[in-house]
């Protein structure tokens, strides 16, 4: 259960006494604890996590943790719940996380002689710079689209012969989609593609490795830490090798926030090594994975968490049934004729909670079939039967951003 090493130990207490030595967020944070008598590893799993509401209170610039004239950069996470979290970020901070993308690149083979096609947003939102940074640090040629307009995003990738697509699973299914649409299959360069944390199931990686003929990467990441660029799967698809010279991570039970063993699944909570600008102490991120123990077949020294599972706040209780949408891509994957897209709506009717499922189904595929087949996996695996309602392969909505699959309307 033990897996901080002693030079992060070394490296946390230092970066800990540096922080509340002065007027800092982590001053106030850890105002009363006595950091100076925090000896192991044990000792810092007493500490309090920080909070996304935390990092919202600091707002606009309260993580600042260096003076200002060090900063040379802010990001700011997605805001779609009222005040957004401003991360500022030192010349070190910005070069650390191009060195970490560019390991990601490396890891997924990725060399100064490939064009690298980036459709993720850029801005504020730290993707499409993210990826950007890495990139350049490689010496690969980048196509820097960011999201949106399809004709031009497959003009450009026939005309440069791009080699890598950059994006979002759900923006890398629509484009696979529309080139087997348009035939254009023949006329594109694609080897690889180095997908977007989003939660993703093992229908939805098929179909879009299929249709571009790809090898598929994921990459892991967040605005709070850096951005996407910390964790990326190797070939043997295997979890996520994370640089564990720049973060720190912990696995906690998101209910009870005690420390989980290896191997088991819960949610990912980051201490940042390195940054400057905003340094962040057991940070929970939400995000639901597990440390996959033991040595990867690639043979990196780098340890691993497995594909994000969804996260915390995707969990949903029904019945009395923890649910998350994971294990719903995992049961589709055995039922055929059913496709990877699904949604699942949830309501309250008569004093009940009623569960229904959509699912796109494979063209020809036997609806009926579909239905009974996927309630009763449901059933046995899950411990719960839901209305299935198959639909039409593309009658459910995709996006250039995560989709939305779970809709709670019982509050
Ligand atoms: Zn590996």
Not at 50 to 57: A, I, P
Not at 197 to 210: D, Q, Y
Not at 268 to 291: C, F, M, N, Q
């Amino acid at each position: 259960m033990s897996n901080m090493t002693d030079l992060q130990f070394d490296i946390i207490k230092e970066q800990m006494l540096n922080l509340t030595g002065r007027d800092c967020f982590y001053k106030k944070k850890l105002e009363g604890i006595d950091v100076a008598g925090i000896e192991n590893e044990e000792d810092f799993r007493t500490l309090p996590f920080t909070q996304k509401s935390d990092l919202r209170d600091a707002y606009p610039l309260g993580l600042m943790a260096v003076p200002e004239e060090e900063i040379v950069r802010i990001h700011s996470s997605s805001g779609t719940t009222g005040t957004p979290v401003i991360i500022p970020y030192t010349k070190k901070d910005i070069e650390d996380w191009a060195i970490q993308f560019a390991r990601c690149y490396a890891m997924a083979g990725v060399t100064n002689l490939d064009r690298i096609h980036i459709t993720p947003g850029y801005g504020l939102w730290t993707a499409g710079i993210g990826f950007q940074n890495g990139a350049e640090r490689l010496g690969a040629m980048t196509i820097p689209m960011g999201p949106g307009n399809t004709d031009k995003q497959l003009r450009m990738m026939q005309d440069m012969k791009s080699t890598v697509l950059c994006a979002t699973s759900s923006y890398a299914l629509l484009l696979a989609e529309e080139i087997e649409k348009r035939g254009i299959g023949n006329r594109i360069f694609l080897k690889k593609g180095i997908i977007g944390s989003e939660r993703w199931g093992e229908k939805m990686r098929k179909r879009i490795a299929n249709e571009l003929g790809v090898q598929l990467f994921d990459v892991y990441g967040l605005t709070e830490v850096y951005g996407p660029g910390i964790a990326i799967s190797c070939e043997h698809e295997a979890g996520m090798h994370y640089w564990d010279d720049y973060v720190y991570i912990e696995i906690i039970d998101p209910k009870t926030g005690k420390n989980l063993p290896d191997g088991e699944l819960g949610e990912i909570v980051i201490t940042t090594l390195k940054k400057e600008g905003a340094p962040l102490i057991r940070y929970r991120t939400h995000d639901l994975s597990r440390i996959i123990p033991g040595e990867c077949k690639c043979g990196s020294k780098y340890p691993r968490i497995d594909t994000i599972m969804g996260r915390t706040d995707d969990m949903v209780k029904v019945k009395g049934v923890n649910i998350f949408p994971s294990q719903i891509d995992s049961l589709l994957k055995d039922v055929e004729g059913a496709s990877s897209e699904f949604q699942i709506m949830i309501d309250h009717m008569n004093g009940k909670d009623i569960m229904t499922i959509f699912v796109e189904t494979t063209e020809g595929a036997n609806k009926y079939e579909v239905e009974n087949e996927l309630a009763a996996a449901f059933k046995s695996k899950i411990g719960m039967t839901p209305i299935v309602k198959p639909v039409d392969l593309g009658d459910l909505p995709r996006s250039e951003k995560k989709s939305t699959r779970v809709f709670d309307n019982r509050y």
